[in-house]
């Protein structure tokens, strides 16, 4: 049955080879690599608004967002020259946990990691609720149901990764460029509105009015939510080995031009919304109040509601490719469970793709969908690495001291300084959103190291050279234990099989019934049937068979010890036709399994009857 | 952990024999087996209040409540009178499952046992709703908390039950007589203000007065809700080996003095309700209201409710205890699996009271904690098993026809009448509440059927003398296959081990790395190590071991039994010192045994190779 509704779900499996090798072209890289950082412009404008209306309901600081968009702008400068520098330093894929485990050291780079792990999570939970709320603005009728729509939506973009979507896949193109042109008309028709006269000025305080309550911290704490717009722009450095040759100016290029759309539409999304006079609300995102004031309420608005969600979906499933990467990275450099390098059936990394979408489940449950709530931690967990790696790649630089070193250093720096500046202001001024982070960093480091050790320590326990010279044996014989319930076929067939591989063979019973005719009854039936094999009845007095079964087995087996004479024990088991049916019968062998592998050199044999009806 | 919190919660082992015989006393034996059916009085009035006042908003039908309760009573002495013959001739304990299934024959048995199954559970939920409302109705801050309240006692009690609580506790004596205390106080003192004329009449209507509306339907609509003031009369009949000698005149003594108390406790408090004229609300039950009427709101009162809902809580403990003795019965008949034979670790039947407290969770959640829902199906649940026994009975008479048969007959035909007609009644006229039960029958009797076939086919199977000859085996040798997945110490003990049990050994690795250089490496070192082990690489080219290895393993089996070799497999396996640590390591030695048990003639062992550090 489960057999059936996996295959159903998820497919049949896939070869291993059926992994081919991809190359990118820039158009095609474009659409793969950005919908994440495109899609942030869903809600980098709003993130700015509602933090300026949330501190002047009258809507007075909202010129405010000009400056701040100003400064949004130039970190984005600033980041993507540091970046452009990461890609041709690392044309291997320069992912923030390599660049800065390279040149920090590896605790840093874990630091790096683990923010990363986390800030996947966050890139699904925030995209989806984004999406869904580009989805409630349109549809009123859904309003409310935010999370269980974001939920379900997790849940699909999950099953569609666990069949095993492409990356490269190229239907993922469509919802980006259909985004793009569906903003970039909005931004010119908003324009053009404007400059002919059709749309008046509507904000209620023009740049540079001063008004009560402005303040340097309020300007940063807009900016701090601001940069959640520069979310995503890491992409293109961790995929450098995709592209077309040569692979890191084509990957440099798509960053640029990246840049400037998102400058772009960021910019033109901003001002527009400025010039609109448009206030945040629970139920309405500001892009869709823009596009409504744009287009009214007809079928273009409901395209860019639709191309909106769309591109989240897609931005969400970007998470869904780099989580499990990562995890697997950690998992190879034994930082994290193995499992997380096990790939599934389809060649997806299964456990990461599941883990994955349980923690932005977990998050979107945790902040109640609600995107604004959400935007403080994502903004932490992508800065932090962004400061990781852009310092390590000035002490890269310093390293290396190639042509024109100090000018890259400079550039680096910078980036690493705005980033790093950026992460203070958010824990300074966002404290109640931000401070799970300095929870869980600190335990995922733990956990990091804790996992470490104990490959470690296998590692060195199981190797056959080592300090502890190997002791290889050449038993003499075998004792096999035969645990018997009752005498039956399946009985028969345990005693026939312990034969053949025993030297040595003791059937035990044990009895805990008060009825000692039922237990004489046993016994004789088996040496009528069994005549040479010695029987052994073991009493207890409490209900539990484990215990005496150990403490009989212990002593069989320190006498076998004591001949040279490996020691197993059958546990004969009769197996149902159908699964379901195990639960009409006892599982005591379970039970036993559990207490006996407890002990050293014995081993654990269940004799399987199958019953044919 | 989980082994310290069980023991915390559940006490420690007890042995066996320390299940004791008990006999009980008349006075003991009343508050024992009594508190179900003297319980009932705490929600049987209000059940028919209830359906007055829903047909007649204004009140006007109160006074039918007088008339309806006349009949229970009628019904409540012929049903006392069929037990009283049912524990003379059944003094082995005559329980419905059993008197159906002797005189109707096994199938109309399993209706009486599977109804008695629902029924249990629904006392349960009926006894622990009722005693929320007893609570809720002294305390006002807990309303609106019904369901969480209930579950929490449901789960209080299971865990008593769990450890083994008796049922001839003598601390359960004590909520049973303080309630009969406190009622027939509360009735007497009610009683005594209204013959002095300190409470004047408020009934709207006197009894016998038309108003519009009234008709039979509404009256055997009261009266078939009126019926579940006489739940749990049937408890002393099953427990006639409990008591002491002479038990069947003792049992049935005790039945005639509960009957009287019930049917003094049922009249007395319909009496006060109408000339109270009290009217149900879903806030303070019928019995606070006559409480708060006849006592004020002191202590008196508050004394009252506590006592309700301690006997309420002992009604439900008595379903924890006849649940599992029927689960008990039917799993020994085959008719239930088989674990609701095995004993806990404290004697109590674990399965059977688990069950029992999931059942009443999921009813008491699906009905919302409301006992007026509840009741309709639990008086289905409680007559059915009624009218089946006591027709049994008719039946058993005539089978037997000895002294005075034919008048005994009469009084169970009488019985099984009255019962049978309550049944049709709840049928016809409470068809939205009681339809589940059409459900939940032929789905238990087509389980328990489906069970016993399949018990009986597994025995059939197994037994050594039979139709079919047994074939035993005489094996010349024994092939071992040990499963290699890398070369270390595991490996080198799991060969040796393999060594001392098989004749024929050879090593097998299945590969699917696409480095052919480690696949060589693997060979290497193992060829090295065990120069005169058999090494066999299977490539496979899906990510599964278990194909390749199972066709594999079939090859080797075949030729085995061509030379009369036994087939053993052996699957390596180090255990990480604790236990979490499991979760690191993968665990494909679960999952190929899963596969490989479909295999007839084959036996999987697992060589434990334990860590130290």
Known sequence: MWRYLKRLVIGKPLKTLDEGGQSLSRFKALALLSSDALSSVAYGTEQITTVLLAVAASGAAMWFQIPVAALVLVLLAAITLSYRMIIHAYPGGGGAYK????????????VAGGSLLVDYMLTVAVSVTAGTQAITSAI?????????IA?????????LNLRGIRESAAFLTVPVYFFVVMIAIMIIVGLYNILTGHVEFQAPLAVGQSFGGMSVILFLRAFSSGSSSLTGVEAISNAVPNFKEPKPRNAAATLSIMALILAFFFAGITFLSYWYGIRPNHDVTVLAQIGIQTFGHGAFFY??????????????????SAFPMLAYNLAKDKFMPHMYMDKGDRLGYSNGIVSLAIGAIVLIAIFDGQTDKLIPLYAVGVFVPF?????????????ERGSYWIGKSMINALGAFISGALVIILFALRFDNVWPY????PALIYMFLKIKGHYQKVARQLRLVSQEPIVRREYAGSTVIVLVSNVTRVTAGAIDYARSIGDYVVAM????????????RTAKEFKSEFPDVRYVDIHSSYRSIAAPTLRFVDVIAKNSKERNYSTTIIIPQFTPKKGWQNILHNQTSLRLRTVLNTRDDLTISTYYYHLKE
């Open 387 to 399: 400061t990781l790696s852009q310092s390590g790649m000035v002490k890269h630089w310093y390293r």
């Open 438 to 441: 300095l929870i869980i960093m």
């Open 303 to 320: 395209l860019l509601q639709l191309a909106t969600a769309m591109i989240l979906a897609v931005a969400a499933n970007t998470g869904f």
């Open 509 to 520: 019973h044990v009895s805990f019934d008060t009825d000692p005719n039922k237990e004489h």
């Open 99 to 110: 660049v800065a485990s390279t040149n920090w050291g590896q605790h840093t780079g874990l």
């Open 151 to 159: 939920v379900i939506i997790v849940v699909l973009i999950m099953c």
């Open 140 to 148: 009123p009728a859904l309003r409310g149901h935010v999370v269980p």
